[in-house]
């Protein structure tokens, strides 16, 4: 049987109605303007009417009954009956009725009567889904104006409702609950907080978002606390939403200790966003100033594919950072960055700003102010192979003005021209060529060691050969083994100039056939050399990959300026160890080591990382020798664990720990502990920082927090939903 559209229209509009959701068939008002009444004479498309039987009677009534379904577009609506009156223009609805929209609204209903102008109706039994997360269950759903839904003794919830009986976990118990779908804001009166039946918090009004509302200014999830330089103390965020651009968050932080407002605030530009995160503190830690930090960073596109790039961080004192618990750093580095990188060229003008937060450390005898700007551009088919230029002009600067390391300000210029040629040959032989021709000039204040100007060119060349072999073997993996070598040369003489950046130098895998392994170009390696190396790598078949490099310099002369624990002092360096191993679980541990002449360990260290759907793990150890010349006046063995472990569907456990071997002290240790379901998350962690310094102090810190998840809160992980029996 064919149905008018003319019948069709007033069935879609109550199913938008109840929805909450705008129609096109309603009259928007009593004597609508001309383009109103030309919007609501528009026909609705797509519209599918499916029922047992549709009887049309002869005074105007269309009755749809049996299986009755009407769809359009992502709405479905399913009843028992559908009567609509022409005359009258009023539509009613038998139960059990169903309508869904997408999946963010499901609406349950036994009846529901709609009047004339389908703005306003009666719901009985409703119960409301909102975004598979909170429900709505009320006596009576009243829709008003077509904009709002009035609730009668409401329940509301975001737990799964099992039909044995049992409680939910927490719902909340309303007289009243209105929803402005125009706002999509909930408005409870009179409502009680019920934990397994059990009233627990009662609030004669009561506000929340609902879950669909992305932002939505009010008070958001408290934390409370204890620690032992704070006492006890609690966090009340409020979030103001300011458009759709930028927002704020304040939250003050109470105790009996402290007066603390923190503070995040956000905004988003055309081509950038910013983000400022700070606090401002009145303590009884330290009662002759005002504490607080600021820590500021942001990312701007430019023209000509530039990016401006900022991470700027100020703090009052020295042991406000970690008094709070705000951050680990023990200096703090700021910088501006305008830069651009592409295949062909990376360039970079940067700033940057230091403040040392070390109790060894004096900040007007440390570079506080570094200036950098650099350009390296790659030709490529130039002479069969590739030219590569770079230019680079730096500065720093001190506040003191002592003679020597304390005082010294430097300004510097370089420039490289380096061309590259490689070839393949026919056995599988991979060889290289490299020549390269620097120049240096540097210009040195407030140190009489040194000249005060120096400059100089250094020639370089190199030659390198690599040949991979591969071999399948009987288990499905396969095998490579390479052998590397590299002889080298670099000429000119050693500029007068103080060794004040190539003091901490890396061996690793990574500069294994470099022509220098110093981080800067206050220090170059000169004279002859050659580097030795092999690489043996394994991939299974079941998806375990494993890879070793062993590697070792040898050098005519010896290199003064690197440090014994460097691994690249004397005339032979010692033994490079590093190593791989992963697999397809999410394992990944790697691991080096240098090895002196005499067997012993001049520097060690490994990482272990595990991910999959139950475990997360970050564990590291790191030794390092005493060295004077990094200064280092001790050895240094530390460990560091960092993980949490998924027990079952809801709990999880969390645990970090720092250990000092040398001392064999315990320096950071925390446990947490959290349960999450579809509705609730609790968390519960205690840490413990111990410090043997005179400025920081040890503390310890109690924290609980619990959220009720599905108000404006992802919680759509079904991993944590809960069964019923």
């Not at 056995?427 to 390269?436: D, E, I, M, Q």
């Amino acid at each position: 049987m064919t149905i008018s559209p003319r019948f069709l229209c007033p069935v879609l509009a109550a199913t938008a109605l109840i929805l909450g959701q705008p129609s096109e068939a309603p009259a928007q008002s009593a004597q609508p303007s001309g383009a109103t009444q030309q919007a609501a004479k528009k026909e609705p498309q797509n519209v599918v009417l499916v029922a047992d039987s549709v009887n049309l009677t002869a005074d105007g009534l269309l009755i749809a009954r049996g299986n009755v379904e009407a769809l359009t577009d992502d709405v479905r609506l399913i009843a028992k009956e559908i009567t609509y009156n022409d005359k009258t223009g009023e539509i009613s609805l038998v139960g059990p009725i169903r309508i869904t929209q997408g999946e963010s609204i499901s609406v349950v209903a036994d009846a529901a009567e709609l009047d004339a102008e389908l703005r306003n109706g009666l719901i009985h039994s409703a119960r409301v889904v909102m975004a598979d997360q909170v429900q709505l269950a009320a006596a009576r759903l009243t829709r008003v104006e077509g904009r709002y839904s009035v609730l009668d003794k409401t329940t509301v919830s975001s737990c799964h409702v099992c039909e044995n009986g049992e409680p939910p976990l927490w719902r909340i118990r309303a007289r009243r609950v209105v929803h402005d779908q125009l706002e999509k804001q909930l408005y409870f009166d009179h409502a009680s907080v019920l934990v397994r039946d059990v009233p627990v918090f009662y609030f004669p009004h009561l506000r929340m978002p609902d879950p669909t509302l992305d932002r939505a200014q009010g008070f958001l999830i408290p934390e409370f606390n204890h620690s032992s330089l704070l006492s006890y103390g609690v966090k009340v965020p409020y979030f103001i939403p300011w458009g759709t651009d930028r927002d704020l968050v304040l939250s003050p932080y109470l105790s009996s200790k402290t007066r603390t407002m923190e503070f995040r605030y956000r905004q988003a530009f055309e081509r950038g966003g910013i983000q400022l995160d700070g606090a401002i503190s009145d303590d009884d830690i330290r009662t002759d100033i005002i504490r607080g930090y600021v820590f500021a960073e942001g990312l701007f596109q430019l023209g000509q594919d530039y990016k401006l790039t900022f991470d700027l961080k100020a703090v009052s004192d020295d042991t406000y950072l970690t008094d709070y618990d705000y951050s680990d750093e023990d200096r703090l580095n700021s910088d501006i960055t305008i830069a651009r990188a592409s295949r062909t060229e990376n360039t970079r003008f940067a700033a940057y700003h230091y403040q040392t937060l070390r109790e060894d450390e004096d900040n007007d005898e440390i570079p506080f102010l570094v200036l950098k700007a650099e350009t390296e551009r790659r030709y490529l088919n130039i002479w069969g192979g590739e030219l590569r230029t770079s230019v680079e002009a730096h500065a720093h600067q001190r506040r003191s003005t002592k003679d020597g390391d304390a005082g010294r300000d430097v300004g510097r210029a370089n420039a490289n021209v380096q061309w590259l040629g490689d070839w393949t040959l026919g056995n599988g032989l991979r060889t290289g060529v490299t020549g390269a021709v620097a120049f240096d000039a540097y210009r040195t204040e407030n140190d009489s060691s040194v000249s005060t100007f120096d400059s100089g060119f250094a020639p370089s060349v190199a030659a390198y050969m690599r040949y991979p072999m591969i071999k399948s073997g009987q288990d499905g993996a396969s095998y490579i083994l390479e052998p590397v070598a590299q002889v080298a040369w670099t000429g000119g003489d050693m500029l007068d100039v103080a060794n004040d950046e190539s003091t901490h130098v890396e061996f690793d895998e990574g500069n294994l056939l470099s022509l220098s392994r110093f981080p800067s170009y206050d220090r170059r390696e000169r004279g002859l050399s050659s580097a030795l190396g092999m690489n043996w790598s394994r991939v299974s078949a079941t998806g375990w990959r494993g890879n070793l490099t062993f590697g070792q310099v040898f050098r005519q002369e010896v290199q003064p300026d690197f440090s014994k624990s460097s691994g690249l002092s004397g005339t032979s360096s010692d033994l490079l160890i590093a190593g791989q191993l992963s697999n397809q679980s999410g394992l990944l541990f790697t691991g080096r080591a240098l090895l002196d002449n005499q067997g012993d360990l001049d520097k060690v260290g490994a990482r272990l990382g595990w991910t999959n759907d139950r475990l997360w793990l970050d564990a590291s150890y790191i030794w390092l020798q005493k060295d004077l010349a990094e200064s280092r006046d001790k050895d240094i063995s530390d460990m560091k664990f960092d993980g949490s472990y998924r027990i079952n569907r809801h709990w999880t456990g969390m645990m970090d720990w720092q250990f000092d071997a040398v001392s064999g002290e315990t320096s950071e240790a925390g446990l947490g502990l959290e349960y999450r379901n579809e509705c609730l998350r609790v968390e519960l962690s205690l840490s413990r920082r111990f410090s043997t310094s005179s400025t920081v102090q040890s503390s310890t810190k109690v924290g609980f927090n619990v959220a009720l998840l599905g108000f404006s809160v992802n919680s759509n992980d079904k991993s944590y939903d809960r069964k019923c029996g």
